[in-house]
């Protein structure tokens, strides 16, 4: 090596060597949001903040830190039960739909939407719900109120399981109809959503 010639970083991403946060971001969002072909463009939705995005990606890959994927992942744990109710195995699947918890939750949430029984049993099929919208902004809608309530759900877990703050179901959905409100009536262009509706009447949004 010459000891003349210092070594260098060299930014080549974007096509350039000037370095550009807005490409750096751009390019995290493509690698993190559609890391394979696999990775269908529903996953997308725009009424949502790419957190929540991020936090759906991540749990349709089974890539959330639930007590099975751990275990999996070689970290020794003392159980690998449900944290919150203890009547099974903490997968996916259970943390955020099967569990009692999680389950009561989306109750309040379909009976909200004047909607009956929950059709999913596992994320795959939840993320992928579209509810009776007959427009493509309605099926939007009610599907950013699917992903911002599984997101509020998993939240929620962690405070209890790492600050044992207890979360019930009317809580729960007394903040899933502010979130979700505050999330989409900001985002949705196409339709003006008055929050009165948004509590009392939201089946109107998905026509
Ligand atoms: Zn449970």
């Not at 990606?57 to 994927?69: F, G, I, Q, T």
Request: some cysteine; proline content about 4%.
């Amino acid at each position: 090596m010459n000891p003349q010639v210092r070594d260098l970083w060299k930014w080549k991403a974007g096509g350039s060597e000037k370095f550009s946060t807005k490409v750096l971001t751009t390019l995290i969002n493509s690698r993190l949001l559609t890391p394979s072909s696999d990775c269908s463009e529903t996953l997308c939705n725009k009424l949502v903040p790419k957190k929540i995005e991020v936090f759906v990606w991540r749990a349709n890959k089974k890539r959330l830190p639930v007590l099975l994927e751990l275990d999996k992942r070689g970290i020794d744990l003392h159980s690998v039960r449900c944290p919150l109710c203890d009547d099974d195995i903490e997968t996916v699947n259970h943390s955020l739909i099967l569990c009692k918890h999680a389950f009561d939750v989306w109750c309040k949430v379909f009976d909200w939407w004047g909607r009956g029984g929950i059709p999913f049993v596992n994320v795959e099929d939840m993320f992928m719900e579209s509810g009776q919208a007959n427009t493509s902004v309605g099926k939007s809608i009610w599907q950013a109120v699917i992903w911002s309530t599984s997101y509020l759900i998993w939240k929620n877990r962690n405070q209890k399981v790492f600050s044992n703050k207890s979360w019930t179901a009317p809580m729960a959905l007394n903040e899933i109809q502010i979130k979700s409100y505050e999330w989409v009536a900001k985002r949705c262009k196409t339709k003006s959503l008055d929050w009165h509706s948004w509590l009392h009447n939201p089946q109107g949004f998905l026509s």
